[in-house]
């Protein structure tokens, strides 16, 4: 293209992730929450580390409550990630955030 070329309006591209197909999720949910299923895959470790995540702390933090490196943390992190197939940090975080959240609320039901 020229620099006189003048552009046309194109629609903007949404990003696709391989996730965004597998499972199903209700209208208007987040695209993260086929992955609330998949927790299940994870090593208790990583059950661990993606619950730390929830409460948005460093590798530093997690590394200290977990009494392992920062490069452990990173990898239980990666492990995560790709096990819930997320993307960013962030959506894992929300997604544990989200986890806990519904996990607590169980908890706490009286009967039935």
């Known amino acids: 293209m020229s620099p006189t ?12 992730a391989p996730h965004a197909t597998a499972g199903a999720r209700a209208p ?4 993260w929450t086929p992955a ?6 994870l090593t208790p470790r990583e059950q661990e580390t993606f619950l730390l995540l ?8 997690m590394a ?6 920062e490069r452990t943390v990173r990898a239980h992190v990666a492990a995560v990630m ?3 197939e997320l993307s960013s940090r962030l959506t894992v975080c929300l997604a544990s955030y989200v ?3 519904e996990r607590a609320d169980a908890g706490n039901r009286i009967g039935p």
Request: charged share 25%.
């Open 5 to 16: 070329t003048p552009r046309t309006p194109t629609t903007p591209r949404t990003p696709t």
């Open 28 to 31: 208007g949910a987040p695209h």
């Open 36 to 41: 609330l299923e998949r927790v299940s895959r």
């Open 54 to 61: 929830a409460e948005g702390l460093s590798n530093e933090t």
């Open 64 to 69: 200290q409550r977990l009494h392992v490196t």
């Open 82 to 84: 790709e096990k819930l």
């Open 99 to 101: 986890f806990s959240t």
